[in-house]
């Protein structure tokens, strides 16, 4: 997608100095024109590069976040930004465990906009397969299987409902901010592993995460980086 949006640049910008050069700048313009050109084509097989590469190291880990939870119950996973730990786990891990999956964002303009790109990735109406829920706006049913949702919505949640029926998984993203509610949220679902709700799947994600302090609290853990 990347490649194609710096192509489209490179037509536009190449376009546009071209009636420059129409205009009567001469043989100098056009190998500014040359140059120019070349530097955005460069830059744009660059950037494609790197978000395929990114892309494909989530993509080859997918096997193994499944198997890992299904097998320790738990998971420490630590990623690069950009190489869409946030959109692709969620969707690694839809239809392989029971239940709801809740992917739990620091800030509302995160779980909305994940929410619609996850929709659209598995080209389904945003609330029906995937949904969001935030402080005073929802967009999800009883059929939603994936639900990002704040860290504050998720806590209030669980005052209410504190087994979460019905929920088998909780990813709580960008956990390296540390807040309160990131910490609460997890210290309460570790104790509910260990009494009412054992079958629970936890995964913590983070692209700067302090793993080995967090492996040190969560030892049941697996790890994947």
Not at 10 to 36: E, M, N, P, T
Not at 128 to 145: H, I, L, M, N
């Amino acid at each position: 997608v990347s490649l194609l949006v710096a192509a489209g640049c490179v037509l536009a910008l190449g376009q546009g100095l071209k009636h420059v050069i129409d205009a009567g700048f001469g043989q100098a313009s056009q190998a500014i024109l040359d140059a120019a050109l070349a530097g955005v084509l460069a830059l744009a097989v660059l950037l494609s590069v790197a978000t395929f590469a990114r892309f494909y190291l989530m993509m080859s880990t997918g096997e193994r976040v499944i198997t890992d939870i299904r097998r320790a119950g738990s998971l420490i996973l630590t990623a690069p930004t950009g190489s869409g730990k946030s959109t692709q786990t969620p969707q690694y891990l839809l239809g392989q465990l029971p239940g709801k999956i809740l992917v739990l964002e620091p800030r509302r303009l995160a779980a909305r906009s994940l929410a619609g790109r996850v929709a659209a990735e598995t080209k389904t109406p945003l609330g029906a397969k995937v949904g969001y829920q935030v402080r005073f706006d929802s967009r999800c049913g009883a059929e939603t299987a994936v639900v990002f949702q704040t860290y504050g919505v998720f806590i209030a949640r669980m005052l209410k409902d504190p087994g979460l029926p019905g929920v088998g998984a909780v990813l709580l993203d960008e956990f390296h901010e540390r807040t309160l509610e990131c910490d609460l949220a997890l210290a309460w679902l570790k104790a509910l592993r260990k009494g009412r709700r054992p079958d629970l799947k936890i995964a913590v994600m983070s692209a700067t995460l302090e793993a080995e302090a967090l492996s040190r609290y969560l030892p049941e853990a697996a790890r994947v980086e």
